[in-house]
């Protein structure tokens, strides 16, 4: 049995809130908060009325909350879920039923085209959606101040890890975001001359 | 308006095109490209790029490396976890009574 | 039955309820009752009244312990609340503040 692994089984039911490091396997009913650090596996029997929020959290079963993840979260096979999924990576296999929205991957850092109006979704000029692994590392913003010590994620999706600081009730909350970074930095003042000058 | 072809055979909206505007048909779209606009179809697949709606009899698939945003509709839905979604999914199912039951339904 | 495991580093607030085994490493800070056993690992922290049949305790239980079998102190536990079982060892080492009642 792993040292810091968890396990509700499946006759156990808990009323108030999980929290804390380590990984959990839920296989009974919770109702309130679970928030851990670790991975969290929702069983197929599990029957969960809670906020989930985990590091990689994977659904096998029943849950009536939102569910964040900071690195993945995934909808298995028998999966049943009525709330919002939130993660750099989201995966919804078949049999995988959800009911709400998904926010992954850079279009989860993007715009906030999903709180707009429908008819002002569609832009009068053609919109430059760049491919996911096309995006290039955005520029150091004050937003960045915002991630969590423990979320040190280096990659593509760090403006993504750093939205999940919001607070889980309004995960459709995206700050207003300043038009992207150009993909060519503007030079700096005399760096034309000194490449000149190192090319001779 | 684009028509699909009412048959067997995939309409495949290339790497390379773009198109704006509503994609309906009966057969099974793949979106390589970029589409802007609603679709509508027996089964889609993503592996491109799509802001709109979409809406299939059957399958919607997006890959890993698509990006969309917009809400899906289907008989079954299915996001790879290299897929950049920003959208809503209506799957039709009741959970269990203790989570509410049909109460879950259209939040 | 498999038993449920509280690890060490999740802290639970509020009732946990099971009809299988509990075994705590962590912390659990209400209500804590089971049909089965209830085992309080060392450097668990229990701040709740507990219920169950056998009851083990290794770790730390501030609240009333209430048993339909036997309570087992072992060496480092340390328990603060009333003890109602059937049978009650209290190994050396163990320390306790309160009133036992075995309904003689």
Request: glycine letters at 14%.
């Given at each position: 049995?792993?040292?810091?692994?968890?396990?509700?089984?499946?006759?156990?039911?808990?009323?108030?809130?999980?929290?804390?490091?380590?990984?959990?396997?839920?296989?009974?009913?919770?109702?309130?908060?679970?928030?851990?650090?670790?991975?969290?596996?929702?069983?197929?029997?599990?029957?969960?009325?809670?906020?989930?929020?985990?590091?990689?959290?994977?659904?096998?079963?029943?849950?009536?909350?939102?569910?964040?993840?900071?690195?993945?979260?995934?909808?298995?096979?028998?999966?049943?879920?009525?709330?919002?999924?939130?993660?750099?990576q989201i995966g919804i296999r078949p049999g995988g039923l959800l009911r709400g929205h998904v926010s992954s991957g850079d279009a989860f850092s993007a715009s906030s085209a999903a709180t707009t109006p429908r008819a002002a979704r569609l832009p009068a000029?053609?919109?430059?959606?760049?491919?996911?692994?096309?995006?290039?590392?955005?520029?150091?913003?004050?937003?960045?101040?915002?991630?969590?010590?423990?979320?040190?994620?280096?990659?593509?999706?760090?403006?993504?890890?750093?939205?999940?600081?919001?607070?889980?009730?309004?995960?459709?909350?995206?700050?207003?975001?300043?038009?992207?970074?150009?993909?060519?930095?503007?030079?700096?003042?005399?760096?034309?001359?000194?490449?000149?000058?190192?090319?001779? | 308006?684009?028509?699909?072809?009412?048959?067997?055979?995939?309409?495949?909206?290339?790497?390379?095109?773009?198109?704006?505007?509503?994609?309906?048909?009966?057969?099974?779209?793949?979106?390589?490209?970029?589409?802007?606009?609603?679709?509508?179809?027996?089964?889609?697949?993503?592996?491109?790029?799509?802001?709109?709606?979409?809406?299939?009899?059957?399958?919607?698939?997006?890959?890993?490396?698509?990006?969309?945003?917009?809400?899906?509709?289907?008989?079954?839905?299915?996001?790879?976890?290299?897929?950049?979604?920003?959208?809503?999914?209506?799957?039709?199912?009741?959970?269990?009574?203790?989570?509410?039951?049909?109460?879950?339904?259209?939040? | 039955?498999?038993?449920?495991?509280?690890?060490?580093?999740?802290?639970?607030?509020?009732?946990?309820?099971?009809?299988?085994?509990?075994?705590?490493?962590?912390?659990?800070?209400?209500?804590?009752?089971?049909?089965?056993?209830?085992?309080?690992?060392?450097?668990?922290?229990?701040?709740?009244?507990?219920?169950?049949?056998?009851?083990?305790?290794?770790?730390?239980?501030?609240?009333?312990?209430?048993?339909?079998?036997?309570?087992?102190?072992?060496?480092?536990?340390?328990?603060?609340?009333?003890?109602?079982?059937?049978?009650?060892?209290?190994?050396?080492?163990?320390?306790?503040?309160?009133?036992?009642?075995?309904?003689?």
């Open positions: 049995m792993a040292s810091a692994g968890s396990r509700i089984g499946p006759s156990t039911v808990i009323r108030g809130s999980i929290r804390g490091a380590g990984n959990i396997e839920l296989e009974g009913r919770v109702e309130g908060t679970i928030d851990v650090d670790g991975d969290v596996i929702v069983g197929g029997n599990a029957r969960i009325k809670s906020p989930v929020s985990g590091g990689r959290v994977v659904v096998r079963g029943a849950v009536a909350g939102n569910v964040r993840g900071r690195e993945a979260v995934v909808l298995e096979d028998g999966a049943r879920v009525v709330g919002d999924l939130v993660a750099p000029k053609p919109v430059a959606v760049t491919r996911a692994k096309e995006v290039p590392p955005p520029p150091p913003t004050p937003r960045k101040n915002e991630a969590p010590a423990r979320t040190q994620r280096a990659t593509v999706a760090s403006t993504a890890t750093s939205k999940l600081v919001q607070p889980v009730a309004s995960p459709l909350t995206k700050p207003a975001r300043s038009a992207p970074a150009p993909i060519m930095p503007t030079l700096q003042k005399g760096a034309k001359a000194a490449l000149k000058k190192k090319a001779r | 308006m684009a028509r699909g072809d009412s048959s067997t055979e995939d309409t495949v909206i290339g790497k390379a095109t773009r198109v704006r505007g509503r994609l309906s048909g009966d057969g099974h779209l793949v979106v390589d490209g970029s589409v802007e606009g609603d679709v509508e179809a027996s089964a889609v697949t993503v592996r491109g790029e799509l802001q709109g709606d979409v809406r299939a009899r059957g399958v919607v698939h997006l890959e890993a490396g698509a990006v969309v945003r917009g809400d899906l509709h289907g008989e079954s839905v299915a996001i790879d976890e290299g897929a950049s979604f920003d959208g809503h999914l209506d799957a039709d199912f009741e959970l269990p009574a203790e989570l509410g039951g049909a109460q879950g339904k259209r939040r | 039955m498999a038993s449920t495991v509280i690890g060490a580093g999740i802290t639970i607030e509020g009732e946990v309820t099971s009809d299988e085994d509990v075994v705590v490493h962590g912390t659990v800070r209400g209500k804590l009752s089971a049909k089965d056993g209830v085992t309080v690992e060392h450097g668990a922290v229990v701040e709740a009244d507990v219920a169950g049949g056998p009851v083990h305790v290794a770790g730390q239980i501030t609240g009333n312990i209430t048993s339909s079998d036997r309570v087992d102190l072992q060496n480092g536990a340390k328990v603060v609340g009333n003890v109602k079982a059937t049978r009650i060892t209290i190994a050396d080492g163990a320390q306790f503040k309160g009133n036992v009642d075995m309904d003689v």
